[in-house]
């Protein structure tokens, strides 16, 4: 991925669809003061994100993030906003806001969009290394939410998605030796790529919500 895109490489491996199934049980049945949680379709340790590194919003916000999924089968091409289940997302920040004890002050997040389309000739093994990498460095840098990833298309496209505790946050997870390696790879592995930048706004008490396009 070229440079500051501050996201691992998206990958679809043919493998890992019953692993993110699995992944997907096990964040549903996550209990709201576990410390570690999966965040990724990957689940080792040195993948999970330690809630004691975040304050109160971004703590539940990653928890609530646990129910993203995509709600159309063109995610890949269709608007962003109109992919996935932010509204059940949101509702179920609502109750682990109110749950908590502790409120929820307004905050903005930081989101990537990576849509892409891979070469024929991409090894996807290869893809998958690269990507796993990538994502295990950025959450050792600190403040990496929530990272998802669809399925190829027909015509090889794909959208993956990053939730960031801010920009600053993204652009120094992106600045690894890992993700040097995937973004040197771009070229190689995608016939085409793009960045899009969006900006979650959570209000007081998630009143209300809108993700709306990043601008500084």
């Known amino acids: ?13 043919p493998a890992f669809s019953r692993e ?17 949680i999966v965040q990724s379709p990957y689940s080792d340790p040195d993948h999970l994100l330690d809630l004691d590194t975040l304050n109160n919003e971004n703590a539940l916000l ?39 004890g502790k409120g929820f002050k307004e905050t903005s997040f930081y989101i990537v969009a990576f849509r892409s389309q891979i070469k024929p000739s991409t090894e996807y093994s290869h893809l998958g290394e690269l990507d796993k990498a990538a994502h295990a460095e950025a959450v050792a840098s600190g403040g990496f939410l929530k990272y998802w990833f669809g399925s190829l298309d027909a015509e090889l ?34 016939a085409f790529w793009k960045i899009d930048q969006h900006r979650l706004v959570v209000r007081d008490n998630v009143d209300s919500w809108e993700i709306v396009p990043w601008s500084e």
């Open 1 to 13: 991925m070229a440079a500051r895109t501050q996201t691992a490489l998206p990958v679809d491996v």
């Open 20 to 36: 993110k199934e699995a992944i997907s049980a096990l964040q549903n049945d996550l209990l709201p003061q576990d410390r570690f």
């Open 62 to 100: 990653a928890q609530a993030l646990a129910r993203l999924r995509a709600t159309r089968d063109d995610y890949a091409t269709a608007p962003y906003t109109e992919s996935f289940n932010w509204s059940e997302v949101i509702g179920e920040l609502r109750q682990l806001a109110k749950s908590s």
């Open 157 to 190: 496209r794909n959208l993956a998605t990053c939730m960031w505790r801010s920009r600053e946050d993204a652009v120094e997870g992106g600045r690894g030796p890992a993700h040097r390696k995937a973004a040197g790879s771009t070229r190689a592995l995608y």
